[in-house]
């Protein structure tokens, strides 16, 4: 049916990827589809083990016309500079912050020029020059002011917030744009039988419901994508081998820090996540080196405030479909694949799904070259992502099983490169520019001790008294400008607390 146009599409599964999904494409398709309806069960629950994004969060509201302040309110949510890490390398803490070490110098990378000063024995840490990372130390937060040229002007944030209030809350945006909403659990998929499409989902009580465009949001469970599609699962737990989280709210003490934590543990690692009314919690881990037991209450032992309900148990597989589209079915989120949420990936890779397909739009041909170039750029990402998380684990110095295992595995040949690359030479090779930037791997090789065997020589054509000069002047106005924004707390105070 070349040149037909898309009339109807059926979004399987609500939660965070569907409902976003169902908001993005009644915005931005426009008058393009006649009708959009999402099925979910209340009967099943959403995993919601995510609740910290990146700050690619904010243009994707953005693109929705979300008010940001509205958004925060309804979703408890609290600002985010960063991740901080502790125990990942056993001689400090470190930080993951979404800001630069400052500007490049005669077209030098300022952490280049860091290594040049580390070379003339200046003892400085490159933590001094990250407006991000200064701020979040003092707990102090603000938006970043309309001008990239001032140091408070060169970051971004991200949100720490109730992923099921989101899923609420753009259920209601959606609906009121016309999506509908179908209660309902499917039972079955009934395929045509002449090109293996899918041609409608069966739902208890003998419903069918048919679409020309199917998006799978069913989470693990891949009801489509996986179970009927037979799209394959690319499984990286030879990189990855966490296989095992178990997470659970506590109330909260305190003011909310503008950043979420990472905790290296003895059989994997633990989120810290504060919101307005509470903080989420949870204990990623590998079941071959701990058991869920040891895990949990080594979870429940490191609370700062009372556990609000019982620690829920979850089971996953490291990796990514081998086709997130196939036929006339697209996966999001956890149908898509899994990453462990130690970088907040999660929610971006549903943003980088929803863009995609949006930019690759099919009529109801569904050339096959759309599903072809969108999984192409969708393996990328998760790949770079894949990379990037795998890179925290064998780069660790810290002791124990999982460790020495991480630290000895064969790794990714595209991740050899990247750290064979940096030690030569500090050179950054990003492989997809979808994910994480220069800054983010540079933060994450130097916090864990990578340091390369030289610098830039283009850095030599700058004298080290200048340059020595330039770095102290620019860890003056960090620090003078970080402790001029107020704290994390009377922000949200005076400008976005929630009601309740």
Sequence with gaps: MPGSAVRKIVIVGGGSA?????????VLLGRRVEEIVLIESAEIGTVGVGEATLPTLRAFNGSLGIDE???????????????????????????????????DMRGVSPHQLWLKMRAAEDERSYADYSITTVAAGLGRFAPPIPNPG??????????QFDASAYAAYLRAFAERRGVRRIEGRIVDVRLRPDDGFVDAVLLQGERSV?????????????????????????????????????????????????????????????????????????????????????????????????????????????GRRRESWKRNCVALGLASGFLEP???????????????????????????????EYNRLMARSYESIRDFIILHYHASGRDGELWRYCRNMP??????????????????????????????????????????????????????????????RRARIVRGAAESLPTHGAFIEKFCRAAT
């Design 411 to 472: 790794i990714p040949e595209s991740l050899r490169h990247q750290i064979e690359l940096f030690k030569a030479s500090g050179g950054v090779a990003l492989l997809d520019r979808s994910s994480f930037a220069e800054p983010s791997w540079v933060s994450i090789y130097f916090g864990l001790g990578v340091l390369p065997r030289r610098h830039d020589p283009m850095g030599d054509l700058i004298a080290d008294e200048a340059l020595s000069r330039e770095f102290q």
């Design 69 to 103: 302040v509205e958004f925060i309110r309804r979703t408890q949510a609290t600002f985010k500079l960063g991740i901080e890490f502790r125990g990942w390398n056993p001689a400090r803490t470190f930080f993951h912050g979404f800001s630069d070490l400052g500007p």
């Design 210 to 318: 048919g679409a020309d465009l199917f998006i799978d949001c069913s989470g693990f469970a891949g009801l489509l994508i996986g179970r009927s599609l037979q799209a394959g699962f690319e499984d990286w737990s030879q990189w990855l081998p966490c296989d095992r989280a178990v997470a659970v709210a506590c109330a909260r003490r305190g003011e909310p820090t503008p950043f979420t934590s990472s905790t290296a543990r003895e059989a994997g690692w633990q989120w810290r996540i504060p919101l307005q009314h509470r903080t989420g919690n949870g204990h990623v881990f590998c079941s071959s080196y701990t058991d869920e037991d040891e895990a949990t209450r080594t979870l429940l032992e490191s609370l700062d405030g009372e556990a609000l309900a019982a620690p829920r148990l979850l089971k996953f597989t490291a």
């Design 18 to 26: 569907g409902w976003m999904a169902a908001a993005s494409l009644s």
């Design 342 to 372: 130690l970088e907040s990936t999660s929610i971006h890779l549903v943003e980088t799904g929803i863009g995609r397909l949006i930019e690759l739009f099919p009529d109801r041909g569904f050339e096959p070259k759309l599903a072809d």
């Design 150 to 159: 001032s140091v408070l002007g060169s970051y971004s944030y991200a949100f």
